[in-house]
């Protein structure tokens, strides 16, 4: 149950090997920010690097002259749907549910192909141990410093021996609040079959969410294998012993009831 | 009987059953006899104040007052000297969260915590970054964490050869040296190497340095909600982040079910979400204890040697905690209480 992690790492291009560096070289979990790049480059990992392209820069440029939008910001003065920053918070501000629920059915908008995607990804070798694993740049225009659900473990990922492993990806802000890999792997150890594992996790933040955005690829130590999905159509990729290549899968979401 | 008697009778019986029910709430719980915490926390509630704010004022207390060592300012000095801070808040309503972790320079950690659940969709801001967000939004700072007990703590740590410390498998050997190490380049993960590190773990958990505020409410109006603050662990690898600011992890809160505080060796117990455990523990029916024991049970399991404590409330106001390595107390304030109760909780005889 060991876990290497990086969340937010600034100049290193390796985000998995330096997670895979905590894991082998630290007894720690995570580690974050600029901090987190000094630990990777001590430990000889290539950088430090820019990560800006010309392609992410065209991306942010065209944002910015969009007023911003969208954006992570909420209760902002000027307001956060018409503008860009830098924003104050509303003085007389107090969070009402009404607000809350207009937020909730805005999710949706930030999220899709090309904004909120992670590879996650589960293993087992030929000795039959299981890993599981995440690596992402995060949600677009994020706020500098935001951490989603891919380094937190039991939410991107997880793996557990005895059961299987889980991997996860959407609306990270929204899911990680509900730990999907980890229940997901908790409903396998409980007798569901890798579907109903992921289905069932799903939708208990479709319940609190109705508007979130995310799927899950769930995997017993059979080798069984499911997904299921929210808000948009999913696909995973397998890959074992009798195929010659990649297959992918495709998950539809759920019908709401 | 005749009917209308036995109908008397029983709207009496509820009558007085839905007052005892009252009697649970409002209530606040945390982890450790952080007595002046908790009364900040229940001052909050009785003015009618939201289970959230009760809960940052409670956490925030904590910082001002640097509880134990082990929260706000001044404690815990990572392997550079630096005292950086993790917070959580979690509003159980909605299932709305802001947490920092490893946030620099700025002493209100739980403060900046609920400036990312009221400003941002966001549910985790980190480092520096963190920081100028903080900053942004009118937070106190920066400011410089350190203070001359947390860098005498530090220059006593390096001139013992840094120990404890968190690396492995590096040269130097850890055990023996301060760094700067280098990775064993032919190092390749053994079964035998981890076990031996499980037992280890225990050395560097105690009174002193590993402990965290956790705090769940619940207010006047029924609202449960649950956060944490801490300076994580000492000579911790600077940029860790521990189980404090992780939901599910240092605390969870469900307004369906009820909420849990967390605290002791993070790094171990964040890859179990002891805390979410325990909220879906009690959504399947346990009671507050028994969904405490089953979490720690779990991660003894795989960590025989791990330290570390459990408080858990339901939304009746029941509370019962769990501990493993160490003897815990956790507080509580409620109806009918003048002044904040310590409840001790033993480790349970290991099976």
Request: aromatic share 8%; charged share 20%; with cysteine.
């Amino acid at each position: 149950m060991d876990v290497g992690a990086v969340g937010a790492i600034r100049n290193v291009k390796d985000a998995i090997r330096a997670a895979r560096l905590v894991l082998q070289y630290t007894d720690h979990t995570l580690l974050v920010g600029d901090q987190a790049t000094v630990f990777a480059l001590s430990l000889g990992l290539g950088g430090p690097s820019n990560l800006t392209t010309d392609q992410s820069l065209a991306k942010w440029l065209k944002w910015k002259e969009s007023d911003c939008q969208p954006n992570f910001w909420r209760n902002v003065m000027p307001s956060s749907n018409t503008s860009c920053g830098p924003y104050s918070s509303i003085e007389s501000f107090s969070a009402s549910n009404d607000d809350f629920d207009r937020r909730k059915d805005l999710c949706s908008k930030r999220v899709g192909f090309g904004n909120h995607d992670t590879i996650s990804m589960a293993a087992i070798d030929k000795e039959g141990r299981i890993a599981a694993g995440t690596s992402t740049n995060g949600a677009s225009y994020k706020i500098p410093g935001r951490v989603g659900d891919g380094p937190i473990v039991g939410a991107g990922a997880y793996a557990d021996q005895e059961v299987g492993a889980c991997g996860a990806t959407g609306d990270g802000d929204v899911m990680m609040r509900f730990l999907p890999c980890y229940q997901v792997v908790e409903n396998m150890r409980l007798g569901m079959s890798p579907v109903e594992a992921a289905e069932n996790a799903i939708s208990r933040i479709k319940r609190k969410y109705p508007a979130f955005i995310g799927a899950i690829v769930a995997l017993n130590m059979k080798g069984e294998h499911g997904g299921a999905c929210h808000g948009w159509t999913f696909q995973y990729s397998v890959q074992t012993t009798g195929m010659e290549d990649v297959n992918i899968f495709t998950v539809y979401p759920a019908i709401s009831s | 009987m005749p009917l209308p008697w036995r109908l008397i009778r029983c709207m009496l019986l509820l009558f007085i059953l839905s007052l005892q029910g009252c009697i649970g709430v409002p209530i606040v719980v945390c982890t450790w006899p952080f007595k002046d915490a908790i009364r900040t926390a229940w001052n909050a509630l009785q003015l009618g104040f939201s289970a959230v704010d009760a809960v940052v004022e409670g956490c925030s207390a904590c910082e001002a007052l640097q509880c134990d060592g082990s929260v706000g300012y001044g404690g815990s000095p990572d392997e550079d000297g630096e005292t950086t801070l993790d917070a959580m808040i979690m509003d159980g309503t909605t299932m709305d969260v802001g947490a920092v972790g490893a946030i620099r320079n700025v002493k209100d950690a739980i403060r900046a915590a609920r400036l990312v659940l009221q400003y941002t969709d966001h549910t985790l801001l980190v480092g520096d970054q963190a920081t100028v967000f903080a900053l942004s939004l009118g937070l106190g700072g920066p400011s410089n964490l350190t203070t001359d007990q947390s860098l005498a703590k530090w220059l006593k740590w390096k001139e013992s050869d840094c120990q404890p410390n968190f690396w492995r498998n590096v040269m130097p050997s850890s055990n023996t040296s301060c760094g700067p190490y280098s990775s064993i380049e032919s190092f390749s993960a053994s079964n035998d190497d981890f076990d031996r590190r499980k037992d280890l773990c225990s050395k560097r958990v105690g009174f002193g340095n590993h402990d965290t505020i956790s705090m769940a409410a619940i207010d006047k109006e029924g609202r449960i909600a649950a956060g944490t603050s801490t300076n994580g662990a000492s000579y911790k690898i600077p940029g860790r982040v521990g189980d404090g600011p992780i939901v599910g992890a240092g605390a969870y809160a469900d307004q369906e079910v009820g909420a849990c505080g967390a605290t002791g060796d993070g790094d171990v117990m964040m890859r179990f979400l002891p805390c979410y455990q325990v909220v879906e523990n009690m959504r399947l029916g346990m009671s507050p204890v028994e969904a405490a024991e089953n979490a720690i049970s779990r991660i003894k399991r795989k960590y025989p040697a791990f330290i570390g404590a459990i408080v858990a409330l339901n939304m009746k106001g029941e509370h019962g905690g769990a501990c493993h390595g160490w003897t815990f107390q956790y507080s509580v304030q409620t109806t009918g209480m003048e002044d904040v109760n310590i409840f001790t909780v033993y480790p349970a005889i290991s099976s």
